[in-house]
């Protein structure tokens, strides 16, 4: 494994609580299989409002949307979409003319499985980020040792940061108050996306309830739980990653 994957890999967080160094190590390939989970049940495929307009779509629904794949906004998805994974993205996306020739919630065909793993290159600074601000090492360790509670938290990128930190704080004062039982803070951090009173979070949360559980054991594609080849991925680095730190609040927001 070269040092690019390694420093993708291998996410230390220092903290001072007791001099204890907590360091997070989460693979490309779980993160990754999530991912195209994460995609394939509670995500959809492409929309341009051109469909709107044309009649591919009919529904008053996307009035508000702008284009989106795999659960990305290219208007409102913040600085993801100017790495170098994210003008790949989108470039595939505008190079196959999608916009005109592409169905409502069209999954890429041929170019499917690379998109999804762009997806990831996107999501997974951003999922470390988040963690690193929100969590605390105690939860980080809980969630980090279950695949539900993963889970969960890796869909809450997907969310914005207002979710993920929403969701953080719940998780962190439940830990906080002695519970942790991993079956109890599952059940819990469904309880909290269906009370959140917004009506795609609990839409999702009723979702994921029916599958969290077993989550581990759903295949996701080959080509997404095996280690990202970032030499395919143009000249994509190191710099890239760090792009990431200056990502807005705002940014993700939007469900």
């Not at 779509?57 to 100017?82: A, H, P, Q």
């Not at 003008?87 to 999804?116: H, P, T």
Request: glycine fraction near 6%.
């Amino acid at each position: 494994m070269n040092k690019l994957n390694e420093e993708i890999n291998r996410v230390r967080y220092i903290m001072k609580n007791k001099n204890i160094i907590y360091e997070q190590v989460i693979s490309d390939s779980d993160f990754n299989k999530f991912a195209s989970i994460v995609i394939d049940k509670l995500e959809g495929g492409y929309y341009h409002p051109d469909m709107l307009k044309d009649g591919r779509v009919k529904s008053s629904l996307y009035n508000s949307s702008g284009e989106t794949m795999f659960g990305i906004d290219r208007l409102r998805g913040g600085t993801i979409n100017s790495t170098q994974a994210g003008r790949e993205f989108w470039s595939i996306i505008d190079s196959l003319n999608a916009r005109k020739n592409w169905k409502w919630n069209y999954k890429g065909g041929e170019y499917g499985n690379r998109l999804k793993m762009l997806v990831s290159l996107m999501m997974k600074p951003q999922y470390d980020s988040y963690c690193k601000l929100y969590l605390t090492p105690k939860s980080q360790s809980i969630i980090d040792s279950n695949s539900s509670l993963l889970f969960n938290f890796i869909y809450a990128t997907w969310n914005g940061s207002g979710w993920f930190k929403y969701f953080a704080n719940r998780f962190n004062t439940d830990v906080n108050n002695g519970i942790t039982n991993v079956n109890t803070l599952i059940d819990k951090v469904i309880q909290y996306r269906k009370e959140s009173g917004n009506q795609i979070i609990i839409n999702t949360g009723k979702r994921m309830e029916q599958f969290i559980k077993g989550v581990s054991n759903i295949k996701a594609d080959s080509a997404l739980s095996s280690t990202i080849d970032l030499n395919s991925s143009s000249n994509f680095n190191a710099a890239d990653l760090n792009a990431m730190s200056d990502f807005k609040a705002a940014d993700l927001n939007a469900v």
